[in-house]
């Protein structure tokens, strides 16, 4: 049965969650904690920055050991399309409050999203 699952955006990321809302990011990429890991193929999640909310539908679910082996199949541009190079990537993910760590930890996960 699928779930919906809820994703906050901080206003500072809002021209990420703008990207996602629009169509023109289908790839999230998060660390696969406890929170993210239960998310499979078919559930619907809701993003969500201050007020604003929109729903994608995931269809596909990848987890990666690593950054470097999320780069062996992605270009940074598929992931983000405002990313020019892996390091635009890199800086993202580590804007994050201990967030390399917890890539470093769990691995990222790949959420592919429809409308």
């Known amino acids: ?3 919906i699952h809820t994703l906050e955006f ?3 990321n809002r021209d990420t969650f ?3 809302c629009n169509g023109k990011k289908t790839l999230e990429t998060r660390a696969a904690t406890d929170k993210y890991a239960t998310i499979s193929e078919g559930d ?3 993003f969500s920055c201050g007020a604003d909310t929109c729903t994608k539908k995931v269809t596909n679910v990848e987890r990666f050991p690593s ?3 999320i780069y062996q199949k992605y270009k940074p541009h598929e992931i983000n399309p405002t990313w020019k190079n ?3 990537g890199r800086d993202a993910w580590a ?3 201990n967030y390399t760590e917890k890539i470093h930890q769990y691995g990222p996960i790949a ?3 429809i409308k």
């Open 86 to 88: 892996e390091q635009d």
């Open 1 to 3: 049965m699928s779930k």
């Open 67 to 69: 950054i470097e082996a």
């Open 111 to 113: 959420l592919t999203l």
């Open 44 to 46: 619907t999640i809701l």
């Open 18 to 20: 703008d990207l996602i």
């Open 10 to 12: 901080r206003e500072i």
């Open 95 to 97: 804007s994050f409050p």
